[in-house]
């Protein structure tokens, strides 16, 4: 089956300043990679995600890479604010299907004013 | 639009016991998904349905956990003789189609086993 490793498992960083969270995973097959963010007490909220088709994705501030031949993703926060703090969990499909997902341990991000 | 719920947000009950946990998922979402966070963990999956059929529960920790979608829609994870060690929050998802597509989490039923 599919193993996903995360770090850092926390992180701080001052406001202004970049983040990047790094993950790891172990199937070949995987082709879907999705990043959650997760406050206290809510469900995980998706804020980005990759397919393995694709080398590198951007949405405003957040950006995602990928290199399938390494097996790994990397999550980029740029112009990090307060209300980017919580916990960043990543995810690869696996399965016949890529029905299923292996969630990573999680990085709990804390944005310093 | 509505996204997806989940009853009751919390739930406290003593060993031995059975639960039930329901989950509404996004109206038209064909997948649905079980998962079970323990504190400080990644998300870890219990079961996923297609449709009315579960088309994977090798996630079930064991046969004390029972899941059903009889219409297609709403979902129940049942608990049988709850254990200590079933103390977690439970957290469901749904998706458009299921396959390799962003799925949708709602807040999550906090279970505690006393």
């Known amino acids: 089956g599919e193993n996903v490793e995360q770090h850092p498992s926390t992180l701080s960083v001052q406001e202004g300043d970049s983040a990047v969270i790094k993950c790891t995973y172990s199937?070949?097959?995987?082709?879907?990679f999705p990043w959650y963010k997760q406050e206290l007490g809510k469900g995980p909220q998706l804020i980005i995600d990759i397919r393995s088709n694709v080398g590198e994705k951007k949405d405003q501030r957040i950006a995602v890479t990928l290199n399938k031949t390494a097996k790994h993703f990397s999550l980029h926060i740029t112009e990090t604010q307060p209300e980017d703090s919580a916990v960043y969990f990543c995810?690869?499909?696996?399965?016949?299907?890529?029905?299923?997902?292996?969630f990573g341990p999680g990085t709990r991000l804390s944005v310093l004013p | 639009g509505a996204g997806v719920s989940q009853t009751p947000s919390n739930k406290v009950t003593e060993k031995g016991k059975y639960v039930e946990l329901r989950c509404d998922p996004i109206s038209g979402h064909t997948a649905l998904y079980w998962y079970r966070q323990s504190l400080g963990q990644g998300p870890e999956f219990l079961i996923y349905?297609?449709?009315?059929?579960?088309?994977?529960d090798s996630g079930l920790p064991n046969d004390r956990f029972f899941a059903v979608r009889p219409e297609g829609s709403v979902s129940t994870l049942k608990i049988q003789r709850t254990e200590r060690g079933d103390s977690a929050v439970y957290l469901c998802a749904s998706s458009p189609s299921g396959s390799a597509d962003t799925q949708y989490f709602g807040p999550g039923t906090r279970l505690t086993v006393l």
């Open positions: 199937d070949s097959a995987s082709n879907y």
């Open positions: 995810a690869a499909s696996w399965g016949n299907y890529g029905q299923n997902f292996v």
């Open positions: 349905f297609q449709g009315t059929g579960a088309a994977d």
